[in-house]
């Protein structure tokens, strides 16, 4: 079954799993399986008047529309590709007095789409939108009742003279947004910045380790290729971060999606055993010692969450290095309850510009996390970027051009060549390259000069830290 430039999927039944997706040729790494653009699509409330409605770019200055007083667009040219899907919105949202919420806004999109284009299978889309999963059965009460709330404000919304649905429709537009809405990213790929529908990667089941990989690039999802696929094979993709045990990683999936993962890496719990690894040697800790540092653990993360939030980044330092000195007597160095402090700290320390530091334990924690990803994996190829960059600034150019070269090497696969942050990381890997260079052939004057251009240039400040993972696939509230 392929339809408009999809003849290199198809659908299938998935045993045990309902519908997925499977290859109708063979992929390599990095190879794109699909573009595909949003069925229908939209800004996140918080984030309206600093992205752009149609390309979901951040923009300094954005261009707003001038009937509804509430979209924003890069220039004229979005403005223009928007009409069609904004021009009942804005004058909804005129008659309405305000914008209701981004839920309520898909809805209206989807059903609008539907209204226009009719229910039957959309151009390009292997599956209706109306044959999609919602699991509103599965819905536990405060879910209901949230379903409820967005009917009502959604009836609110609609037009009286637009197409009317039924109650029991709209309810599965909802249900469908609430478990297959995927999250849209910023350029750069490292804000969430918009939720859309996206029916065909819809289609693609979980795995915690996939063969596929999804990345928002230019105004469009695409599915990537990780591994080497043959035709036949399941295409798959992670709802969910790899980095966890097991356990968590199945109740986060049935909590959210409603399934019980089998993939082998849940049943046969694999890397679970280096995920709680405890330092081995003659001065093996106690169980009662481990527990106690596991404990100590969790309780420093939520303080540091606090902190975070107020900003108190010299107390997220603090308890880090406090944390560490506990943890490091005990904890292997693949432990993940080491790892999340050790990614915090680097990143804490690079943003207060403590590169030295910042460098040792970004070099930990890639070390820790090489042993544990998928070697294609996107939060991977992010993270040893990350500590190329602090070793950059640290002025260690040798480990710093090394570590942006690997993840080069990884992002090329999971965003591509064409990505924004991919051609930001091939100017690094460039300039590195020319600073390793003359680094070896006069130490003494590399550091004479980085000295003097860091007296001329003040240095390039990190990016404040976020309070928030990187993207994850699919948008659900929590």
């Given at each position: 079954?392929?339809?408009?430039?999809?003849?290199?999927?198809?659908?299938?039944?998935?045993?045990?799993?309902?519908?997925?997706?499977?290859?109708?040729?063979?992929?390599?790494?990095?190879?794109?399986?699909?573009?595909?653009?949003?069925?229908?699509?939209?800004?996140?409330?918080?984030?309206?008047?600093?992205?752009?409605?149609?390309?979901?770019?951040?923009?300094?200055?954005?261009?707003?529309?001038?009937?509804?007083?509430?979209?924003?667009?890069?220039?004229?040219?979005?403005?223009?590709?928007?009409?069609?899907?904004?021009?009942?919105?804005?004058?909804?949202?005129?008659?309405?007095?305000?914008?209701?919420?981004?839920?309520?806004?898909?809805?209206?999109?989807?059903?609008?789409?539907?209204?226009?284009?009719?229910?039957?299978?959309?151009?390009?889309?292997?599956?209706?939108?109306?044959?999609?999963?919602?699991?509103?059965?599965?819905?536990?009460?405060?879910?209901?009742?949230?379903?409820?709330?967005?009917?009502?404000?959604?009836?609110?919304?609609?037009?009286?003279?637009?197409?009317?649905?039924?109650?029991?429709?709209?309810?599965?537009?909802?249900?469908?947004?609430?478990?297959?809405?995927?999250?849209?990213?910023?350029?750069?790929?490292?804000?969430?910045?918009?939720?859309?529908?996206?029916?065909?990667?819809?289609?693609?089941?979980?795995?915690?380790?996939?063969?596929?990989?999804?990345?928002?690039?230019?105004?469009?999802?695409?599915?990537?290729?990780?591994?080497?696929?043959?035709?036949?094979?399941?295409?798959?993709?992670?709802?969910?971060?790899?980095?966890?045990?097991?356990?968590?990683?199945?109740?986060?999936?049935?909590?959210?999606?409603?399934?019980?993962?089998?993939?082998?890496?849940?049943?046969?719990?694999?890397?679970?055993?280096?995920?709680?690894?405890?330092?081995?040697?003659?001065?093996?800790?106690?169980?009662?010692?481990?527990?106690?540092?596991?404990?100590?653990?969790?309780?420093?993360?939520?303080?540091?969450?606090?902190?975070?939030?107020?900003?108190?980044?010299?107390?997220?330092?603090?308890?880090?290095?406090?944390?560490?000195?506990?943890?490091?007597?005990?904890?292997?160095?693949?432990?993940?309850?080491?790892?999340?402090?050790?990614?915090?700290?680097?990143?804490?320390?690079?943003?207060?510009?403590?590169?030295?530091?910042?460098?040792?334990?970004?070099?930990?924690?890639?070390?820790?996390?090489?042993?544990?990803?998928?070697?294609?994996?996107?939060?991977?190829?992010?993270?040893?970027?990350?500590?190329?960059v602090t070793h950059w600034h640290a002025g260690l150019i040798e480990a710093g051009h090394g570590l942006i070269c690997k993840?080069?090497?990884?992002?090329?696969?999971?965003?591509?060549?064409?990505?924004?942050?991919?051609?930001?990381?091939?100017?690094?890997?460039?300039?590195?390259?020319?600073?390793?260079?003359?680094f070896q052939q006069n130490e003494f004057m590399y550091y004479k000069m980085r000295e003097a251009a860091l007296k001329n240039?003040?240095?390039?400040?990190?990016?404040?830290?976020?309070?928030?993972?990187?993207?994850?696939?699919?948008?659900?509230?929590?």
């Amino acid at each position: 079954m392929t339809k408009g430039g999809m003849e290199s999927v198809e659908v299938f039944t998935a045993e045990g799993k309902g519908r997925g997706l499977k290859a109708q040729k063979e992929f390599l790494p990095g190879d794109v399986i699909f573009a595909e653009p949003a069925y229908a699509a939209v800004v996140f409330d918080s984030l309206t008047h600093v992205i752009c409605h149609t390309c979901f770019k951040r923009q300094e200055r954005l261009h707003r529309c001038g009937q509804c007083k509430f979209a924003y667009y890069c220039d004229r040219t979005c403005q223009r590709a928007a009409w069609l899907n904004h021009k009942n919105e804005c004058s909804s949202i005129k008659r309405h007095g305000k914008a209701p919420t981004e839920n309520i806004r898909l809805a209206a999109r989807i059903l609008w789409k539907m209204e226009r284009e009719g229910s039957g299978l959309a151009e390009g889309c292997l599956v209706p939108i109306d044959e999609l999963q919602n699991h509103v059965d599965s819905f536990g009460d405060e879910e209901r009742k949230e379903l409820r709330a967005d009917v009502e404000s959604f009836l609110e919304f609609w037009p009286p003279h637009c197409q009317q649905f039924g109650m029991q429709f709209i309810s599965h537009i909802f249900g469908v947004i609430s478990c297959n809405g995927f999250t849209l990213s910023d350029q750069r790929g490292l804000q969430a910045v918009g939720v859309g529908i996206f029916p065909n990667l819809c289609q693609a089941n979980h795995d915690c380790w996939p063969n596929c990989t999804v990345v928002f690039n230019n105004g469009k999802i695409e599915l990537r290729a990780l591994s080497k696929i043959s035709p036949g094979d399941e295409l798959t993709v992670s709802y969910v971060d790899f980095l966890s045990l097991s356990e968590e990683r199945r109740k986060q999936l049935k909590k959210q999606y409603y399934f019980d993962c089998t993939c082998e890496h849940c049943k046969k719990q694999l890397k679970d055993d280096l995920m709680l690894a405890v330092k081995t040697g003659e001065s093996k800790p106690s169980a009662d010692m481990v527990k106690e540092v596991i404990q100590l653990s969790k309780d420093t993360l939520e303080k540091i969450n606090k902190a975070r939030m107020e900003g108190n980044y010299h107390e997220v330092v603090k308890l880090c290095r406090e944390c560490l000195k506990k943890q490091e007597p005990v904890l292997g160095d693949t432990n993940i309850y080491l790892l999340r402090i050790l990614s915090i700290a680097s990143e804490v320390l690079s943003y207060l510009q403590m590169f030295e530091e910042a460098a040792d334990y970004a070099k930990r924690m890639v070390d820790g996390y090489l042993k544990i990803y998928h070697p294609n994996n996107a939060q991977l190829g992010m993270a040893v970027m990350r500590a190329g960059v602090t070793h950059w600034h640290a002025g260690l150019i040798e480990a710093g051009h090394g570590l942006i070269c690997k993840a080069y090497a990884i992002l090329l696969i999971t965003h591509g060549p064409s990505h924004p942050i991919t051609k930001d990381l091939e100017v690094m890997r460039v300039q590195t390259e020319m600073e390793l260079r003359m680094f070896q052939q006069n130490e003494f004057m590399y550091y004479k000069m980085r000295e003097a251009a860091l007296k001329n240039q003040k240095i390039q400040v990190m990016p404040e830290p976020s309070n928030e993972n990187a993207p994850s696939l699919f948008h659900k509230k929590e």
